[in-house]
């Protein structure tokens, strides 16, 4: 069995292993790198932000559940800011975040505000506690965004959407 084929046999262990460490799994990627193998995750904490300790405990635990493949990288990652959302999964996990949308128009100014929901056709942000509706075909693009971008923008929890 090839290599991708035996770890993406292994996602939803993956994915287990890190929801009980209390990370999402937001992505997995395998690749070729050299002669090694390497396998990329990338993980959320719904509660705060990604740093190097929560990549080392996520790293520790998915050790226990690869198999022993000779020559393989582990990677692991934080979504990192700027991370651009494109899969009704990323909008589901960063629910609550904050994000910068880029619109079509190059004279209309990027928004920032808080991820709230996004629909087939409309994405909704929390601005200066006021709920903004976006229609989905207005913009190209919605990342992460840093915390210093943000003014007057109120923080608002999982729990409270």
Known sequence: MKFQSIIHSLESQIESSLNELGFNLVELRCFQSGISQTIRITINDPNSHVGHKQC??????????????????LEVFSPGIGRELKSEKDFEIFKGKLVEITFTENKQIAQIGILKEKTETELVIIENNEEKIIPVNSFKKVALALAENKENITEISVEDI
């Open 56 to 73: 080392i405990l996520a790293s520790k635990a998915l050790r226990k559940i690869i198999p022993n493949i000779e020559n393989y990288n």
